[in-house]
C-alpha cells in the first residue's frame, strides 16, 4: 500500500468530474487500499479518488470512533434524498484547516459498487449522509468551500496560497 499525495484546494485538477469505473479489478481495489491508507494518515472520514488526482468514481469513508468501519464507495449514485435539510459543519483533507457550516439532506438512499464490484445499497443520515455528500461533490468537481459566500472562498484561497508559499521557503 501506499500514501497519496492529496491535492489542495484551489488546485484547478479538483474541478474535473470523474468517469465511471468501467470494471472493479485489481488496479481499481489497489486504489481502494491506498485511498484508504491514505484517509487515515490524513487522518480524515473520507477521500473521494478526485483528491489524489485520478478521476474515477471511487470514495472510501470511515465515520467510525474506531476506524475499522470501512465503507467502498465506486460508481455511487444518491437514489433519494429528504426533503428535511441539516447544517453541519465540514473540514476537508483538500483545504486544510478549513471548517464551514453547509447545508445538505439529512438523508439518503445511496448505490454504489464494493470493492468486489458487487451492487449494494445504504440509507444515510447524520456525519455519513454528509460524508457521503460531500465525497460525492468531489466526484463531480466540487469543493465544500463553493456552498460559501464568494467573501469566504477568497479569504480561503488567500489562506491557503499564503500557506503553500510560507511551506515552499520553509
Same mark, same amino acid.
Given at each position: 500500500?501506499? *500514501?497519496?499525495? &492529496? ?14 469505473? !468501467?470494471?472493479? +479489478?485489481?488496479? &481499481?481495489? @489497489? ?12 487522518? $480524515? ?9 485520478v478521476h474515477e468514481r471511487v470514495v472510501v469513508i470511515d465515520v467510525s470512533e474506531e $476506524? ?5 464507495? =465506486?460508481?455511487?449514485? &444518491? ?7 441539516? %447544517? ?14 453547509? @447545508?445538505?439532506?439529512?438523508? =439518503? !438512499? %445511496? ?5 468486489? $464490484?458487487?451492487?449494494?445499497?445504504? +440509507?444515510?443520515?447524520?456525519? #455519513?449522509? %454528509?460524508?457521503? @455528500?460531500?465525497?460525492?461533490?468531489? #466526484?463531480? $468537481? ?5 456552498? #460559501?459566500?464568494?467573501?469566504? @472562498?477568497?479569504? =480561503?484561497?488567500?489562506? #491557503?496560497?499564503?500557506?503553500? !508559499?510560507?511551506? *515552499?521557503?520553509?
Amino acid at each position: 500500500m501506499a *500514501l497519496l499525495p &492529496i491535492l489542495r484546494y484551489p488546485d484547478p485538477r479538483l474541478h474535473k468530474v470523474a468517469e465511471p469505473v !468501467r470494471e472493479v +479489478d485489481d488496479r &481499481i481495489r @489497489q486504489l481502494v487500499r491506498d485511498m484508504a491508507e491514505t484517509m487515515y494518515d490524513a487522518p $480524515g472520514v473520507g477521500l473521494a479518488a478526485t483528491q489524489v488526482d485520478v478521476h474515477e468514481r471511487v470514495v472510501v469513508i470511515d465515520v467510525s470512533e474506531e $476506524g475499522n468501519d470501512l465503507r467502498v464507495l =465506486i460508481n455511487p449514485e &444518491i437514489l433519494w434524498k429528504s426533503d428535511e435539510l441539516q %447544517v453541519y459543519e465540514e473540514g476537508c483533507l483538500s483545504v486544510p484547516g478549513v471548517y464551514d457550516q453547509v @447545508q445538505r439532506a439529512a438523508r =439518503i !438512499r %445511496v448505490r454504489a459498487l464494493n470493492e468486489n $464490484g458487487e451492487t449494494y445499497e445504504f +440509507d444515510a443520515e447524520g456525519l #455519513l449522509a %454528509v460524508c457521503v @455528500q460531500h465525497e460525492m461533490d468531489h #466526484l463531480l $468537481g466540487k469543493v465544500f468551500v463553493e456552498y #460559501l459566500s464568494p467573501l469566504k @472562498q477568497n479569504r =480561503i484561497r488567500t489562506k #491557503l496560497r499564503k500557506q503553500e !508559499r510560507e511551506a *515552499l521557503r520553509a
